[in-house]
């Protein structure tokens, strides 16, 4: 019994053709047939080109959405065959398989690409075993498997993206623990559930629930450290930086939940994973300390951020406000520690106009010190009028 297929069909009319019409349809046949790929999908809109190898003449035939492709009217000869996926693929020349000396005859013509059965074919012909064609097919479906699966985390990645960016945490979640249950392998997508987890933790008017919310933060950044960790090799070049930003956003979360220690120490593994941010993880360390009251501390981890990039002006502007958090009163002046003008006036000296100049040079002023820039300016501090 012949098959009948549904056709989308592009009528290809040979150019220079002066013969009649009924002589035309003496000298051609017909062809069709149906593609698909490896996973045995039709191929949509692909493209098959037929090349006559005695004239030149190409016939080139578009597929429908069932992968069925036809034609009336090509000329008998002999033909080297070629499937693209789709019209970009025919442009740049990849092929997805080909066929040479195909015999079209005067009637009519079926060439089938399928491209599973080919490869198993291709297989057998290699001399592989059954058990190594099975191990191929396996293999084949896993991949489709994974990319399947790719499809609908990037989905809810995407979703949650939309979510967290318009303030609405608790989609972002809900999203996010959806993509988990879809596969809970995926470093990305707990990296992500902490961060909405932490960004959600401060619009929380109950303080359990708020806590609760810093600790689940924590326990998903943990979880994608733990798979980041595991599936880190020398192929990734980028590993080093992830693992980093995974630790910088832990940080944050213990800090934000009071835990300075371990927010120091995760900072810390932060600077060691990535040296390249070294002086941002520092910066930040020092930021947490400053917000907990640890001055020597926090001026250390801000001493810490200058040595890892000498031009980072908030850094010194931070630094000297530590440093005059120190600073004594002996009578009614304020005496500052060794340094703190110095800092100050680094900043002024990096940024002369930088959102804290004007705070920097009342600093100076409040310690009788001179104010500084990069122009090179020296301004001596107005006396202090007696009482």
């Known amino acids: 019994m012949k098959k009948h297929f549904a ?16 002589f035309a349809q003496g000298a051609s046949g017909t062809v069709k047939g149906v593609c698909k790929d490896v996973e045995g999908n039709p191929i949509a809109d692909g ?44 442009k740049a020349n990849k092929e997805l398989f080909h066929q040479n000396k195909f015999q ?29 064609i099975k191990a191929q097919q396996e293999a084949q479906e896993k991949q489709k498997k994974e990319v399947n ?22 989609t972002a979640i809900a999203d996010l623990t959806a993509a988990n249950q879809i596969d809970a392998t995926r470093d990305l997508v ?21 806590q609760k919310r810093l600790n689940d933060a924590v326990d998903s950044y943990q979880k994608a450290l733990q798979l980041k960790q595991a599936a880190t090799n020398d192929k990734d070049p980028n590993a080093t930086k992830t693992l980093a930003a995974y630790y910088n956003n832990l940080a944050e979360a213990y ?66 406000v530590n440093m005059l958090g120190k600073a004594t009163l002996q009578g009614d002046k304020m005496v500052a520690i060794p340094g703190t003008a110095e800092a100050f006036q680094k900043y002024l000296e990096l940024q002369p106009t930088g959102g804290h100049s004007e705070e920097a040079k009342a600093m100076l002023t409040s310690i009788g010190a001179s104010v500084e820039t990069s122009y090179g300016t020296k301004k001596k501090a107005p006396p202090k009028k007696s009482n």
Not at 58 to 72: D, I, M, P, R, V
Not at 84 to 90: A, F, V
């Open 104 to 132: 079209v005859t005067l009637d009519e013509n079926t060439l089938d690409f399928d491209l599973k059965k080919l490869a198993g074919e291709q297989a057998k012909g290699q001399g592989l075993t059954p058990e190594q």
């Open 47 to 90: 493209i098959v080109v037929f090349a006559n190898q005695d004239n030149g003449q190409k016939y080139t035939l578009k597929t429908n959405k069932k992968g069925e492709y036809f034609s009336l009217g090509v000329g008998a000869g002999s033909y080297n065959v070629m499937l693209y996926k789709n019209p970009d693929d025919l």
């Open 149 to 170: 699966t790719v499809k609908s985390l990037n989905e809810k990645l995407a979703a949650a993206k939309v979510a967290s960016d318009a303030g609405d945490f608790d």
């Open 190 to 210: 707990w990296f992500k559930l902490g961060d909405a987890y932490r960004m959600s933790a401060p619009k929380q008017t109950d303080a359990a629930e708020k």
């Open 255 to 320: 800090g934000k939940d009071g835990k300075i220690e371990d927010s120091v120490k995760t900072y810390q593994q932060a600077a060691l994973a990535d040296p390249s941010a070294a002086a941002q993880y520092y910066f930040n360390m020092g930021a947490v300390l400053t917000n907990a009251g640890k001055a020597d501390e926090a001026i250390t981890a801000f001493d810490k951020c200058i040595a890892a990039d000498p031009n980072r002006a908030e850094a010194y502007y931070q630094k000297g």
């Open 7 to 22: 056709v989308a069909v592009l009528v290809l009319l040979m150019l220079g053709l002066c013969a009649p019409p009924v």
